[in-house]
């Protein structure tokens, strides 16, 4: 799948990194390709092939140093925006934690709801707010 906007990512459809999932600031580029490897890896545990407890807790720490990262900059760079993004940043941990909860509890299908929420994400956070941001961040003269 090279477009994640033309369609829904349906399971066993990997998605492509590519030019247009990329905001232009090149930090930013390559922890948002990461985080698309971990969901092409959750489609495959889903499938059985990998532990998803694994995934789960490399998505966490990523998640974690990745909003660190763009929070930092934000904050040095005096971004307009931040108090939003900085809010998006929390409501998307505070919903993986819930989602993890509801896996321990045994109530949901875990890796489908996860996969569609972080597809979603891409599509609205990374395309979108993300992107505002890097265009910001580059009139700053980021790489
Ligand atoms: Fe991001
Ligand atoms: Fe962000």
Known sequence: MTNVSRREKGMG?????????KVGVH????????????????DEANRG????EEILNELEDYINKHFVVEEEMMTVYDFPEAQSHFKAHHDFRK???SLRESFKD?????PKSLMDFLVNWLKSHILGTDRVLAEF???KGMP
């Open 13 to 21: 459809e990997r998605i492509a990194w590519g030019e247009e999932l």
């Open 27 to 42: 930090i930013i580029d390559e922890e948002h390709r990461r985080l698309v490897g971990m969901i092409n890896r959750l």
């Open 49 to 52: 092939k990998e532990c998803l």
């Open 95 to 97: 919903r993986i934690h």
């Open 106 to 110: 045994g109530e949901l299908d875990l």
């Open 137 to 139: 961040l580059q009139e």
